[in-house]
């Protein structure tokens, strides 16, 4: 069974960075896509972005490209979000997630291993 945990979330203020951390264990990550979730009360999960395993290729949401970034440690086995230059409509509680397979899917339904999420707040 392949788990995966966050951490890393926290306040900051507009304009700050902060990098969370998704650690995976059970399985080797080499035929998985990684991909980080967030969701505030009341809305739908929305994709932030993904990375392939195998190859590093990166796919990210409209509303975080050039800000967010995306990487992964193989040594172990862990996938980074780092956020720079955030803002206040980026608070959420961010999840990372797993999808086994090559294609880079944003529908969370495509995901199958869901860690319990971290907590991100931006000040204004």
């Known amino acids: 069974v392949l788990l995966v945990e966050e951490s890393g979330g926290g306040l900051v203020q507009a304009g700050g960075s902060l990098r969370l951390s998704c650690a995976a264990s059970?399985?080797?990550?080499?035929?998985?896509?990684m991909g980080w979730f967030r969701q505030v009360p009341g809305k739908e999960r929305e994709f932030v972005g993904a990375i392939r395993w195998s190859t590093g290729t990166t796919y990210y949401a409209n509303s975080v490209k050039g800000r967010f970034t995306i990487s992964r440690d193989n040594a172990k086995n862990t996938v980074y979000l780092q956020m720079n230059s955030l803002k206040p409509e980026d608070t959420a509680s961010y999840y990372c997630a797993a999808a086994a397979g090559s294609i880079i899917p944003t529908a969370p339904a495509r995901y199958n291993s869901w860690g319990p999420g971290t907590q991100v707040t931006v000040s204004s």
């Open positions: 059970g399985r080797t990550l080499s035929g998985y896509v």
